[in-house]
T-cell receptor, first 110, second 115 residues
């Protein structure tokens, strides 16, 4: 089976840095993805890590450690518009769909 | 490209009624998915399809049916609607489930209320 754990809620101040962690247990593993979902909207793809290390895309970075079954999403220079839910998802070998975590609700405050 | 489109956007059903949620993608993706999302919760996979004519159950398939007669369309059928099926339903697609990234593209969702 597969399971993912991520914090349910995180609050951070505008302009600050926040890290959202994700630990996973899977029988096989290709990579870790992150999706963002604003209230009332649909999930949208943010980033993917197939190898260990850091991937950077503008203010967002994502990290993966396969040996620790752990990854995180790092958001820098937080803006109010970053308030959203963030989901990690794992991809396993075979014809199996992505498995999503339960999501972390990020609230950015002034 | 329109991406993934879903109809209707909103619907209210009475208990016991049936309906079909429509989903169409124009990206020539092989894989398509149906999720439900209850308020404040994560995504639960209902059904998915790896290609036309092939469907498989996800985590919460009871009370739903799907078909995939074309690459583009993946309708979700609710039979005998129940209040527990009140949720937001998202359709998604990906190019191929065999690609390591398997980036999923989501439709805007259908907000269903069963009273």
């Amino acid at each position: 089976g597969q399971s993912l754990e991520q914090p349910s809620e995180v609050t951070a101040v505008e302009g600050a840095i926040v890290q959202i962690n994700c630990t996973y247990q899977t029988s096989g593993f290709y990579g870790l993805s992150w999706y963002q979902q604003h209230d009332g909207g649909a999930p949208t793809f943010l980033s993917y890590n197939g190898l260990d290390g850091l991937e950077e895309t503008g203010r967002f970075s994502s990290f993966l450690s396969r040996s620790d079954s752990y990854g995180y999403l790092l958001l820098q220079e937080l803006q109010m518009k970053d308030s959203a839910s963030y989901f990690c998802a794992v991809r396993s070998p075979g014809n199996t769909p992505l498995v999503f975590g339960k999501g972390t609700r990020l609230s950015v405050i002034a | 490209n329109a991406g993934v489109t879903q109809t209707p956007k909103f619907r209210i059903l009475k208990i016991g009624q049936s309906m079909t949620l429509q989903c169409t993608q124009d990206m020539n993706h092989n894989y398509m998915y149906w999720y439900r999302q209850d308020p404040g919760m994560g995504l639960k996979l209902i059904y998915y399809s790896v290609g036309a004519g092939i469907t498989d159950k996800g985590e919460v398939p009871n009370g739903y049916n799907v078909s995939r007669s074309t690459t583009e369309d993946f309708p979700l059928r609710l039979e005998l609607a129940a209040p527990s099926q009140t949720s937001v339903y998202f359709c998604a697609s990906s190019y191929t489930g065999l690609a390591v990234t398997d980036t999923q593209y989501f439709g805007p969702g259908t907000r269903l209320t069963v009273l």
